[in-house]
């Protein structure tokens, strides 16, 4: 791809997000960034990735979204002496892993605010997908993640999902100022148990040769 153009899907969990993701990599031969970019968080300040892990997108987050260090240095210098690492330090630790990548060529991130910290970026989409509670949690059933899902009743896995999205929206409410799920807070927003993966992404690529091509 001659552009570096950037699609940020934000997801509920158990939505398809990171299927429709993938589905969109290979069409258009731009990689996704998920779980990857932790490693790149690690590597970049020379943390041992399980510190960065334990606050990936935690709730440990300041109510005004103003950072308690003056710099990115000023944070790694923190997590380095204290061993730990909280939601402001993370924050600003793959933000800068963000737009260092974006920088690089095209991409696909999912989740973390990527939205808000490309916002300077011409070239973004971001999308939310959705889905319905039924088809969220048969695909959580299905994935693997739940140790023995059979324990869980339908009501159970609901709960979980809910408490996920509300740590979901409080991250991205706190950092983006912005609503999470909230139409106006997207370019787009779409339903994958009405449109389908393959759908989702036909829209989605439709709308990158559109608008940033």
Known sequence: MEKNVHINIGRQIGAGGLAVAKELGRRLGIKVYDKELVSLAAKECGLERSIIEGADEKDNLSLSSTFSFSSFADAIANAFNSNVINGNTLFQIQSN?????????????????????????????????????????????????LENPEKYTDSKIEALLLKGDRKRASYYGDYSFKTWGAAASYDLCLNSSLLGIEGCADIIEDAVKRRLL
């Open 97 to 145: 892993v963000i737009r260092k990548v974006a920088e690089e060529g095209s991409t696909i991130f999912l989740g973390r605010c990527a939205d808000y910290v490309l916002r300077d970026f011409p070239l973004c989409l971001n999308v939310f997908i959705t889905a319905s509670m039924a088809d969220r949690i048969k695909r959580i059933r299905e994935c693997g993640r």
